[in-house]
């Protein structure tokens, strides 16, 4: 009884956090199959230690997972090298237009290509704030680091997103002219 008791919790509480640790994954992995792999290990590990969950932020407390598991999976496996397998079709939009397409799927690529020139504390906390929606505290509780080193480097990495993003585009202006 206390089994499908523990199950039950569970999926109400973690289940709904699924979507939101899988992009997590993938952005720290920067690979669609390792990403779903560290997902669904990190999934495993939290429904192992569910029991020790006494309240407060689920959404922190499964992103946590998530987060040490993808960098056991980057320290085991020493890939550094990122690969994008961004999937166009299945983003598209209906009544997008071939012209809007191909600029979306440009910008998208300036941003990845923006973010992976970044530290990867920096990715991280841009990532876990502005994709995830993550408030700083959740932030500080995820990455295991200080209310005020997040709001820092959260500072840090806008700036550093904003000039790659400047460089990227000024050398496209000089390149067309």
């Known amino acids: 009884m206390l089994q499908a008791e523990h199950r039950a919790r569970f999926e109400r509480l973690v289940l709904p956090h699924l979507d939101a640790a899988f992009n997590l994954a993938a952005w720290i ?46 320290e085991k496996n020493r890939r550094m090298q990122m690969t994008d397998e961004f999937n166009e079709e299945l983003h598209m939009q209906s009544s997008a237009t071939p012209e809007s397409i191909a600029i979306a799927g440009d910008d998208r690529e300036h941003l990845k290509q923006a973010l992976d020139t970044l530290p990867s504390r920096f990715r991280e906390v841009l990532v876990l704030r502005e994709l995830q929606g993550c408030s700083y505290k959740e932030i500080a509780e995820i990455t295991s680091t200080p209310m005020g080193t997040v709001m820092s480097s959260l500072s840090r990495a806008r700036r550093q997103l904003q000039s790659a993003m400047a460089k990227h585009a000024g050398g496209e202006t000089a390149h067309e002219l």
């Open 29 to 74: 992995l920067s690979s669609r199959s390792d990403a779903e792999d560290v997902t669904q290990e990190a999934m495993l590990r939290a429904y192992r230690f569910f029991g020790g969950f006494y309240g407060g932020d689920v959404r922190a407390w499964l992103l946590q997972i998530v987060r040490n598991t993808s960098y056991t999976c980057l």
